[in-house]
């Protein structure tokens, strides 16, 4: 009788010992997963060049008021892109007119300009996806490296610089985590 009820403790032992260990296995796997989807949602990068420029000012110049207008249109733009996260950053060239273009989207979204040199395009790009997967990221750039930047991300290769000559222009680019990019290209403002 002795080695039955022994033979019991051991097996319910055995039996106790494999549900934790397959209660360990499901959490392992659910844990997982969760954080594969999270961490493989759409990227979604704004790029706009700077708003109009006022060429009398030199070296660096910054807006003119045409240029003012349209940061403010921009702004407008695109505070109302998605009601819950909005844009998560901004980036804006060494010029000062970028950042100027950049300004009014900062001052209503609470979020800083990161200055970047758009002349590592590859670098940047890096920086954004590393940084910002699954997020909203806006890049005011030179009418120069808008298209290098596009083309970085796998968007559009059809971008004509001469599109770009109103200093008015929207492209979204859609970076999913599996599937093809997307770009969209809209024309804002005055």
Known sequence: MID?????????KKRRIRRVIAALVFIAFATLLSWFFE?????????????????SAGVNPGLNQLGFERANSLQEILESIDVVTGVD???????????ETAEPVSKSLSLPIN?????????????????????????????????????E??????????????NNKIFIVSV?????????QLKYGV
């Open 39 to 55: 961490s493989q949602s759409t990227t979604t990068v704004i790029l706009t060049t700077h708003a109009d420029i006022d060429s």
């Open 115 to 151: 200055v970047i040199d758009v002349t590592n395009v590859k670098g940047l790009i890096k920086t954004v996806m590393d940084k910002h997967k699954g997020k909203i990221v806006l890049i005011v750039t030179h009418p120069d490296a808008l298209p290098k930047l596009v083309v």
């Open 176 to 184: 999913p985590w599996f599937g093809k990019v997307k770009t969209l």
């Open 4 to 12: 039955r009820t022994e033979e019991y403790k051991t097996k319910r």
């Open 153 to 166: 991300l796998q968007g559009s290769k059809k971008i004509e610089p001469i599109t770009l000559a109103g």
């Open 89 to 99: 950053a901004i980036y804006a060239t060494q010029l000062r007119a970028t950042q």
